[in-house]
């Protein structure tokens, strides 16, 4: 099984998370190293076939700054939920992103990266942006996940729920994406993070309706080579969602199942 930790496991999740748009556009041919540089959104198909033209110094100048387009703020699912713009330092690029479809399933991830203790609002904001830069530097559209739960109970947006996360790896359609902050293979969620992963994750099941059986841990799916969401989380997710989460299931989760 694959440790899901550090800096490396931190691309890899991305990584993960990235390959089902490529696949779903066709763009197989890119191979391993190209799905990895653009990995998470497709890029413009009509660029790969491209060409590429000779650039001119002073063509070069004359070009005009790449524009970002900013995608109309969402409106807030849970008054809960703190605004990304609490943490954002950079706009999402709708162009690498591909539509969400219909919810249908819940994933919790932690961030994989060094241990966090802060549970401070400015050390969790910085926290989340760092993930977002790093899912950014490869190519993708915004942060993978659609929420954050940080280490003092906070809920933070993430990639807004318009758009679908980068998170599973073939397995992002229709898949919300949960990230609680921390390296739960070295060390264990605060009470209120827990509390706060519970809350969020039984909001969005009660909201679009999805029955505990479609609440996972990244492990937990087909297929993943993951640790995430490390050790300790494993343990009290699998707790939280046999003792609270199933008793909030919708009745209609064994039709479902
Ligand atoms: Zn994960």
């Not at 330092?89 to 966090?116: E, K, Q």
Request: hydrophobic share 35%; net charge positive; glycine share 8%.
């Amino acid at each position: 099984m694959q440790p899901h930790n550090g800096q490396f496991n931190f691309s890899l999740d991305a990584a993960l998370g990235g390959v089902t748009a490529l696949t779903r556009r066709g763009f197989l041919a890119l191979g391993a190293v190209g799905a990895l540089v653009a990995a998470g959104c497709a890029t413009n198909p009509a660029r790969t076939s491209k060409v590429p033209e000779p650039i001119w110094p002073d063509e070069v100048a004359k070009k005009p700054p790449v524009r970002a387009t900013v995608v109309a703020k969402s409106p807030k699912d849970f008054k809960f939920v703190m605004d990304r713009d609490g943490w954002s330092r950079g706009p999402c690029i709708p162009s690498l992103m591909n539509p969400m479809l219909p919810p249908r399933y819940i994933t919790v991830h932690h961030d994989g990266m060094s241990p966090f203790l802060a549970k401070d609002q400015t050390s969790s904001a910085a926290r989340i942006e760092i993930i977002r830069t790093g899912h950014r530097s490869k190519g993708w559209g915004d942060i993978g996940y659609h929420y954050v739960v940080d280490r003092g109970g906070r809920v933070w947006e993430g990639r807004a729920i318009q758009w679908q996360g980068a998170h599973v790896k073939n397995c992002n359609e229709g898949n919300i994406g949960i990230c609680c902050l921390g390296n739960f293979d070295e060390q264990s969620p605060s009470p209120e993070q827990l509390k706060a992963c519970e809350t969020i994750v039984a909001a969005l099941m009660a909201k679009y309706r999805i029955p505990v059986s479609r609440v996972r841990s990244h492990q937990e799916w087909s297929g993943a080579r993951t640790a995430c969401p490390g050790r300790s989380l494993q343990r009290e997710f699998v707790q939280m969602r046999a003792k609270t989460l199933a008793c909030k299931s919708v009745p209609s989760d064994a039709a479902r199942a």
